[in-house]
């Protein structure tokens, strides 16, 4: 197991958009251990988990996972995130969790999965605005294998 983690502070609020994706590259299959979010601001907001329809093209400055563990062989680009691209990832037909959150600023969840969500190679995972929603302080915890 190599564990690496990431904060971002997210910048889509708008209604039926990608808030956030976690992406794997082609050679590596990523494990979600723990993601958790929490609103900026007093706006209810209403989020979801799931695999995109499309993953998002040529994402704007992608950002590397950090590993946890430094002596860990190195990960980079193997689990990455992005919170804006050319073409945004496109809606996911299902959502593994939804929320709907009160409009208190740090109000939030924590989700978790015990064996670890899989995200495939070349694919990907968002949190996805289901109605106009607040800017979020939002983490995962993954397992790259």
Request: with cysteine.
């Amino acid at each position: 197991m190599a564990y690496t983690s990431l904060g971002v502070l997210t910048t889509g609020t708008s209604s039926g958009t990608a808030a956030w994706e976690i992406r794997a590259n082609a050679s590596s299959r990523i494990r979600i251990m723990e993601l958790g979010f929490f609103l900026t601001a007093a706006t209810a907001s209403q989020i979801g988990l799931g695999r995109p329809a499309a993953i998002g093209v040529t994402p704007t400055s992608p950002v590397d996972f950090p590993m946890e563990d430094p002596a860990d062989f190195n990960v980079a680009g193997e689990c990455q995130s992005a919170l804006a691209w050319t073409t945004g990832p496109t809606a996911p037909t299902a959502f593994y969790r939804r929320i709907g959150l009160p409009a208190t600023i740090g109000v939030g969840v924590i989700w978790t999965w015990p064996k670890g969500l899989v995200i495939p190679a070349s694919g990907s995972m968002v949190l996805w605005n289901l109605a106009a929603s607040s800017a979020l302080n939002a983490y995962a915890v993954c397992d790259v294998t």
